[in-house]
């Protein structure tokens, strides 16, 4: 099969309809060989990637349906996690959580707003119930090697994002969601390590300095506030 598939590739023969049967039947064989850590199906799948990496993709979407740990074996390969996150955001959505979990520098949040932020504002609602609707398949019903479960970490990236959304016609959904898994998410890290954010702090001290003003407040008790 390797043999035959890489013929394929090499040769570009011009009976279409036969090729394409044999590419959708041969590349999703290999990704699953691959993923059984196959040594040769490994090295044989970089040198598809090199040559054909539409080809590869159009398999991993179908071996997706049945193992989400298919997005591990191109995140390995050169660009192969920036060819995943061009997908459409149903499917890029889990390339970026198997990121976020493989690299502790990817930041799964920074890469959804950014993601968001350059969307038409008619396309964002849809682009929202994307992420909605993919929050509920991984975390509804048995978790399975299609449908793995969410990290918190994932979810709590997630979560964050929908936060910030602002898009009025699924802010009903959002909520929602929001309420369903709030006691899923991870504290969020305050500033330097502890205590207060900056903004607690100035907010304290702006209410503080209007009792000193207004009366409401001795001077004696500011100091030992202090």
Known sequence: PDSLLLSLLWSNPQWEQLREEL?????????????????????VL????????????????????????????IIRLPDGLASLLRLPLRFSLAAACAAANADP????????TERLSTLNPEMLPGSVRDILTFIETRQQGAPSQAR?????????????????????????DIRRILEQYN??????????????GYE?????????FKLIYSGSLEMDQVITML
């Open 23 to 43: 590419y959708a039947a041969l590349v999703p064989a290999l990704l699953t060989r691959a993923l059984e850590e196959d040594a040769e199906a490994i090295r």
């Open 46 to 73: 970089a040198s598809v990637w090199s040559l054909n990496r539409e080809l590869v993709i159009r398999g991993v979407l179908d071996v997706l349906t049945r193992d989400a740990s298919v997005l591990n074996l």
């Open 105 to 112: 520098m990817f930041r799964l949040d920074n890469w959804l």
């Open 148 to 172: 793995p479960r969410l990290s918190r970490g994932c979810l709590t990236a997630l979560l964050r994002v929908l936060q910030a959304c602002r898009a009025p016609d699924v802010m009903p």
């Open 183 to 196: 006691g899923e998410m991870e504290a969020a890290p305050a500033p330097n390590g502890g205590g207060q």
């Open 200 to 208: 607690d702090i100035e907010e304290q001290a702006n209410a503080t």
